[in-house]
């Protein structure tokens, strides 16, 4: 079958400077759009493949992400937390002005008969909207579920536009820092217990940037754009987020580079004190707030243990508008991952660059924005990116040539001659009345081999084999699988016709 230019294509060949490749794209968009609507035998064709952004999970992917789900569950549930659910969708307007220069990734939905909606872009905003609609003052909660954001993907890093939020907050009125210090030691708990290698929690005060813009010649109309700017620092060098502060947000070159001193500063509880005698930070009513909790906060994460994987860094800013004063962001520090890259099979080591895995912090204005009379609740929570650390886990699984059981099944029901489908069926409804987890293959009469290999195939450590001799007896013989070692159990259950 031939392809016939189109005048849209011939009339490429017209403009001076248009290359072969360039024609060849638009020769290849317009075989894909004829393969949508169908080819010349008139039936309708279409790709199969998933959305832009978007992912299947096979079942060996699904056994890995449920085991990390099980980890961080576990982990809210052990320091007190119980769980909500909220709707996929928000009205539109819930959603609006609460991320800075992010809202521009939010989905919007087609109008449904009234109301315009939007996907969620995160858990937090819901959380807050549901504290205030149902007037509630003070929760600890978890909620596991799925985000979408408009967001160019590169899912190689664990990036996508529909993905899973892992969130625990804390609401309500109490003293400083106790809640946050918490929040921090769940962090270093889920990501030590998911053995990821090292990592580090990066901790700075949305008041002490505030203070720093302040001291450093900042206006108060850019304080929000310079510090989108500022959170940029993870992803491009110092001078291109200079440039961009200078040359497209319009901020002096001297306030720029005085900036840049503070955000290159990193240290603990001795950096806050530092801080306090600093000659134009201390000027700062707002900026010494913030140091006196970082403080706070680091005696409190020495009493948890938690002191090790923690810093304190001036370049942390988190570009979300909510955030009024401690942030943090938990970053991988290991050196690489093997992977089955073609450097990976001749032995080189890659790094697994996802960012950060983690992150969160104090908002304690969110909720008076949705409360009717403004009542406010303080909120502080933390983010856990169960994307990403899934991608490492897979990456690792791989990498380890790890086999990933897929079932819990604990005993294969199995016979070794024919006619004793009944028999099985019998064995297998006992089993699972018993709360045992068992299976029974889907044939009359399967050879006692094929039984066997989808045992060792499945990783099911236990077979019950039934045999002429055996309902006899009234005996199961009970075989582990991986080292043949057989012994006789009584059944008094199994009846032979």
């Not at 930070?281 to 403080?295: E, F, N, P, T, Y």
Request: aromatic content about 8%; hydrophobic content about 40%; charged content about 30%.
């Amino acid at each position: 079958m031939g392809f016939r230019a189109t005048p849209r294509v011939r009339s490429l060949h017209s403009f001076p400077g248009i290359t072969v490749a360039q024609i060849d794209e638009e020769v290849a968009k317009l075989l894909q759009l004829k393969a949508q609507i169908g080819g010349d035998d008139g039936k309708h064709q279409f790709v199969l493949k998933t959305a832009k952004g978007t992912r299947d999970y096979n079942p060996k992917q699904m056994a890995i992400r449920e085991k990390v789900f099980s980890t961080i569950i576990g982990c809210f549930k052990r320091h007190g937390a119980e769980t909500i659910d909220t709707p996929v969708f928000e009205l539109k307007e819930t959603l609006t002005g609460k991320y800075g220069e992010d809202s521009k990734l939010i989905y919007d939905l087609k109008d449904q008969g009234g109301e315009l909606l939007s996907l969620r872009y995160d858990l937090t905003v819901p959380f807050a909207r549901y504290l205030a609609m149902n007037k509630i003052t003070n929760i600890k909660r978890y909620h596991i579920a799925k985000v979408y954001r408009r967001d160019n993907p590169a899912m190689t890093r664990g990036r996508y536009r529909e993905f899973y939020q892992c969130d625990f907050d804390i609401a309500g009125q109490y003293d400083a820092m106790i809640p946050d210090a918490e929040c921090l030691k769940i962090v270093h708990e889920i990501l030590s217990g998911l053995d990821l290698g090292d990592f580090r929690i990066k901790v700075n005060d949305r008041r002490i940037l505030d203070g720093m813009f302040a001291v450093c010649g900042v206006p108060d109309d850019k304080f929000r754009t310079i510090c989108s700017t500022v959170d940029k620092l993870d992803k491009m060098p110092w001078e291109d987020v200079r440039k961009e502060m200078v040359n497209e947000k319009g901020l002096s070159e001297e306030a720029a580079d005085q900036i840049g001193e503070y955000v290159s500063l990193q240290g603990g509880m001795d950096l806050a004190e530092r801080l306090l005698q600093d000659q134009k930070m201390s000027q700062s009513k707002q900026a010494c707030a913030g140091l006196s909790d970082i403080k706070l906060l680091f005696s409190y994460l020495q009493l948890f243990q938690a002191t090790d994987k923690v810093v304190f860094d001036l370049s942390l800013a988190r570009g979300l508008d909510y955030y009024t004063g401690i942030i943090y962001e938990a970053v991988l520090t290991q050196a690489g991952v093997a992977t089955v890259s073609t450097e990976a099979q001749n032995g080189a080591e890659e790094s697994v660059s996802v960012g950060s895995v983690a992150g969160g912090g104090r908002y304690d204005g969110l909720v008076g924005m949705f409360d009717p009379k403004g009542r406010k609740v303080p909120c502080v929570g933390v983010s856990i990116g169960i994307e990403r650390i899934f991608s490492i886990m897979e990456q690792k699984a791989e990498a380890a040539a790890e086999k990933v059981r897929t079932t819990e099944v604990q005993v294969m029901v199995a016979s070794a001659q024919k006619n004793l489908l009944e028999e099985r069926l019998q064995l297998v409804s006992e089993l699972w009345n018993a709360g045992i987890k068992a299976e029974v293959m889907y044939k009359k009469n399967p050879k006692l081999l094929s039984q066997l290999q989808h045992c060792e195939e499945s990783g099911i450590p236990l077979v019950a084999i039934l045999g002429e001799q055996e309902l006899k007896d009234g005996v199961v013989k009970l075989r582990v699988v991986a080292s043949r070692e057989e012994r006789a159990l009584q059944s008094v259950h199994i009846r032979h016709p």
